[in-house]
């Protein structure tokens, strides 16, 4: 396993790959979600790189980047027992030079939820994944539907800019009692982490009213704040049912649904979803024009 940080070191050692190259953009500190993505694009790949990079310009102010957990020596020792070929660890100096002044936006799809309330978020997180594509070059490239609005995001984007690049959606990878993995998940007391169960089981039982067939829009939306309200460590940002292309919010009977919240567990942001309608409850693997 080659671990690299300037764009020359990326440069030699991309070239050495064999064909072709499946991508995982992280921010390190790692889980079993992140490896997950690795394995996937270990089957699908003659050669996995990993980006590991924690990406100033997609935090607000008053964001946690200086406090987001890192421990890059043993994300190195995971990723190379996962088999991964190429690491690309760059500094913020290495992807925002000084004088540095070019941004990736995508418009409307981040005007919505997450866009919402972190705002500039996406225009980081679009930019920064633009640099990490260009410098990569991969043929694939791996993202979890925990991030669900994310990825639809980065589809959106490889699509607009006609980037050369699969896109494929994984699972949310999740612990037994059902919260989704993150390295913010470190953050919570164990008070705090006992009462974070409340957002997989809010998604569970809308999931349940929709399976009944009681799929009005509202009604999920009413059921997941029921749950969340009954949770007294949980401070919900927003709870949402929205169209899984445009992410715009649903009205009425629903067929396909992205039901996503926020909800602040202490002063620990957290996120989830679930994908309603969809076969393996992800988004569909994104494929260019030409490139299937
Ligand atoms: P991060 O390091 O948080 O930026 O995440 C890097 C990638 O891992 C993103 O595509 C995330 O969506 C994905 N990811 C994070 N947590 C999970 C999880 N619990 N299950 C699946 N994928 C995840």
Redesign the pocket.
């Known amino acids: 396993m080659q671990v690299v940080t300037t764009l020359a070191e990326l440069r030699a050692a991309r070239a050495a790959l064999p064909e072709p190259v499946g991508f995982?953009?992280?921010?390190?500190?790692l889980?079993a979600?992140?490896l997950?993505?690795v394995r996937c694009a270990r089957r699908e790949n003659a050669a996995v790189a990993v980006s590991i990079f924690v990406n100033p310009t997609q935090f607000g102010p008053g964001e946690d980047l200086e406090r987001y957990p890192r421990d890059l020596a043993r994300d190195l020792r995971l990723l190379q027992a996962e088999g991964v070929d190429l690491v690309w660890a760059p500094t913020p100096e290495v992807m925002y030079p000084e004088g540095y002044q070019t941004w990736v936006e995508v418009a409307d799809l981040t005007r919505v939820l997450e866009g919402a309330h972190r705002p500039g978020h996406f225009r980081g997180v679009t930019t920064v994944v633009s640099k990490l594509f260009a410098g990569m070059q991969p043929r694939r490239a791996?993202?979890?539907?925990?991030?669900a609005q994310?990825?639809r995001v980065i589809i959106q984007m490889t699509r607009d800019l006609n980037l050369p690049i699969e896109i494929v959606v994984?699972?949310?990878?999740?612990e037994p009692d059902g919260l989704?993995?993150?390295?913010r998940n470190t953050y919570l007391t164990p008070e705090q982490r006992q009462a974070a169960t409340v957002l997989y089981r809010a998604l569970q039982a809308a999931r349940q009213e929709y399976e009944a067939g009681r799929r009005e829009a509202e009604n999920l939306r009413q059921t997941m704040r029921a749950v969340l309200a009954a949770e007294p460590l949980a401070r919900p940002q927003y709870v949402s049912c929205a169209d899984p292309d445009t992410l715009q919010e649903l009205q009425g009977p629903v067929e396909k649904a992205l039901l996503s919240m926020a909800v602040f567990v202490g002063q620990t942001r957290l996120i989830d979803n679930l994908l309603l309608g969809y076969p393996d409850g992800v988004y569909p693997r994104y494929v260019p024009e030409g490139l299937g």
């Not at 995982?24 to 500190?29: L, Q």
């Not at 994984?170 to 999740?174: G, L």
């Open positions: 995982v953009p992280t921010m390190g500190y889980h979600g992140h997950a993505l791996y993202f979890g539907q925990k991030d994310q990825a994984c699972p949310t990878v999740r989704a993995l993150s390295s």
